[in-house]
């Protein structure tokens, strides 16, 4: 990767600021968070952020907007041309278009979403001015540890030495403050040096910075959208040197961010939600949210990858769910659809039909709704992609 990048030869009219974003949940709202309210603010943004749903174009962003088809191939072969004998993953590749891209795009600011753990992802081939990590739990153990301080330190890797970085978790793992005092990263922690409360209105970020104060609500749903929030305006805070951005234009951005599949609200009577939750903490966080919310009988289209943890991820539904629709996802790497039904069935009452595909699945939840019903659609960005496509 860095022998590609350094063969691309890029002439730098101005340097980029470049902030790294990586955690388990809460990179892609914490990223559309940054991205909105700098653009806000007057900066020319390029956005690095994965997976994409539905087209391969999501992934690469500029001024909020996805790249053409022609800057991503014209980069592509770029990168065929210099990479010679240097072998490159379908990741590796984009990645390395992305940074091209934006440098050819004279961007201000950079932000680079970590796609797996930190210390040996592709993003981390640029040293980031600076970091931001946001909640640590455990996910992808063949590659990242089964254990959370293993894990923490792998998200740790992004760190540089005298860095500027904020850290969302307040539970974060002493492994990770031990990398960052090593390394003596500036490292602000939740919980320590930010908190938020909440009030009538929106909430308050309590801090000793110059941005502490009342915010207003982000357009993201979900409470866990606060604690992204509170992590992402403690950066700014921390950043404001190099990068100054006014109150004004943080609420602003905070209200008109958006971002698909994140409890994305697609229709109503019924109400249908998408979520790409797929692990145990995204799950509970949905949980709040569908407990905050009035129905009759909740419908869930559900699928999961064989590498992810069914049990943590179905469990909190268990008992509230009426009728689950499940159904393979397009990829080698689903979980058996049996394996599925039979944990289902084996947990609850609650009806469970299973479909052919996908779509067939949304179909038939939607056909199996009343108006006063909630439908989630959730287990996978396999799932959200599949129900986009469907509607």
Request: aromatic share 8%; with cysteine.
């Amino acid at each position: 990767m860095a022998t590609v990048y350094t063969r691309l030869n890029h002439k730098k009219t101005k340097p980029i600021y470049s902030i790294t974003v990586a955690g388990t949940n809460g990179k892609g709202s914490s990223v559309a968070m940054l991205e909105s309210i700098l653009i806000v603010a007057g900066y020319r943004v390029g956005v690095y952020s994965t997976p994409h749903l539905t087209t391969y174009n999501e992934r690469i962003r500029l001024n909020g907007q996805p790249v053409a088809d022609e800057q991503i191939t014209e980069s592509f072969s770029r990168i065929n041309n210099a990479r010679k004998e240097v072998s490159l993953s379908y990741f590796e590749f984009g990645t390395l278009a992305a940074l091209d891209i934006f440098e050819q795009q004279n961007v201000d600011v950079q932000l680079l979403e970590v796609g797996l753990g930190g210390r040996l992802d592709a993003v981390n081939i640029i040293d980031a001015d600076a970091a931001l990590i946001t909640t640590i739990d455990i996910d992808h153990i063949a590659w990242l540890g089964d254990d959370l301080s293993s894990i923490a330190r792998e998200k740790a890797g992004v760190f540089r030495a005298e860095q500027k970085a904020v850290c969302a978790d307040k539970s974060v793992p002493k492994s990770l403050i031990d990398y960052a005092n090593a390394l003596k990263t500036n490292l602000l922690l939740a919980g320590k040096d930010f908190d938020v409360q909440l009030n009538a209105n929106g909430w308050h970020l309590i801090a000793n910075h110059l941005l502490t104060g009342e915010y207003s609500m982000p357009a993201l749903q979900g409470q866990h959208q606060i604690q992204n929030a509170a992590g992402v305006i403690s950066l700014l805070a921390h950043i404001a040197d190099d990068i100054p951005v006014d109150k004004e234009s943080i609420n602003q951005g905070l209200q008109t961010v958006s971002l698909a599949g994140r409890l994305q609200q697609v229709a109503s009577s019924p109400d249908v939600y998408l979520d790409v939750a797929h692990n145990a903490e995204s799950a509970l966080a949905l949980l709040e949210f569908v407990k905050s919310k009035k129905y009759h009988e909740l419908h869930v289209v559900f699928s999961i990858l064989d590498d992810k943890d069914l049990e943590q991820v179905v469990q909190p539904f268990i008992n509230i769910v009426k009728h689950w629709h499940i159904a393979p996802l397009k990829t080698a790497r689903t979980q058996s659809i049996d394996t599925i039904k039979d944990y289902l069935l084996q947990q609850s009452a609650s009806k469970c039909s299973v479909y052919e595909s996908m779509s067939l699945a949304f179909e038939g939840a939607m056909n199996a709704t009343k108006k006063d019903d909630l439908l989630i659609c959730f287990g996978s960005f396999y799932v959200v992609e599949a129900c986009l496509d469907a509607l």
